[in-house]
């Protein structure tokens, strides 16, 4: 059971360009919504993040705009860089439980 | 800060053996998470510590699955009998457990490896 929807499997855009990626919940007991970074060989890394209260944050490049009557959400990331080519997945935690269940990821490619 | 450990990077085993991967979590973090990756997937939850109490356990951790923080510092997760479909990245993370997720993010190491041949 995929909780967490996410869209697209992969993106490549062009240095400078601005790839959003989009996920999307159902349960609303999620109450919290990390975004992390993964490169290959490595741990997911914390990017930003956002509680179901607020409409958007932004934290450097990157920006989180966040629905909650659609029960979406989206990562931008502003003037990419061929440095931020990566996987993104985005989550969802469910702090009753202690539980953070991830999307299934976006493989990103930035094109110098 | 050291950050979240685990040893080994990669193991390759054959099926029916016994595997036991190792995490030292940052050490001050009193919660320690252990996640399962397949290739092209996110990170699926499997079980929780809080100290040494394992509190919460995901229907993914079949009876063949054991993980343990017996003082509450480092934990081990085994898996008994491996089966090919136990191939995946076997990742921990660590937390404080003060507040809220915002006041106490996961770090996350950089995984187990496992193929199973």
């Known amino acids: 059971q995929q909780q967490v929807k996410q869209s697209p499997q992969s993106l490549i855009v062009q240095k400078g360009g601005i790839p959003i990626i989009n996920c999307a919940y159902e349960?609303?007991?999620?109450?919290?919504f990390p975004w992390y970074q993964q490169f290959p060989g490595k741990g997911p890394a914390l990017l930003i993040a956002?509680?179901?209260?607020?409409s958007e944050k932004k934290e450097g490049r990157f920006t989180i705009s966040f629905n909650k009557s659609a029960k979406q959400f989206s990562l931008h990331i502003m003037d990419s860089q061929p440095g931020d080519s990566a996987t993104y997945f985005c989550?969802?935690?469910?702090?009753?439980?202690?539980?953070?269940?991830f999307g299934s990821g976006t493989q990103l490619t930035v094109l110098p | 800060d050291t950050g979240v450990s685990q040893d080994p990077r990669h193991k390759i085993t054959k099926r029916g053996q016994n595997v036991t991967f190792r995490c030292d979590p940052i050490?001050?973090?009193?919660?320690l998470y252990w996640y399962r990756q397949t290739l092209g997937q996110g990170p699926e939850f499997l079980t929780y510590f809080q100290n040494e109490a394992q509190l919460e356990k995901s229907r993914l951790l079949s009876d063949r699955f054991s993980a343990e923080r017996p003082k509450g510092s480092f934990s081990t997760l085994e898996i008994q009998r491996t089966e090919q479909g136990d191939s995946a990245m076997y990742l921990c993370a660590s937390s404080l457990s003060t507040g809220h997720f915002s006041n106490q993010p996961q770090h996350f190491g950089d995984g187990t490896r496992l193929s199973i041949l």
């Open positions: 989550a969802a935690w469910r702090g009753s439980a202690r539980q953070l269940t």
């Open positions: 349960n609303t007991a999620f109450d919290y």
């Open positions: 956002i509680r179901p209260d607020v």
């Open positions: 050490s001050e973090h009193n919660r």
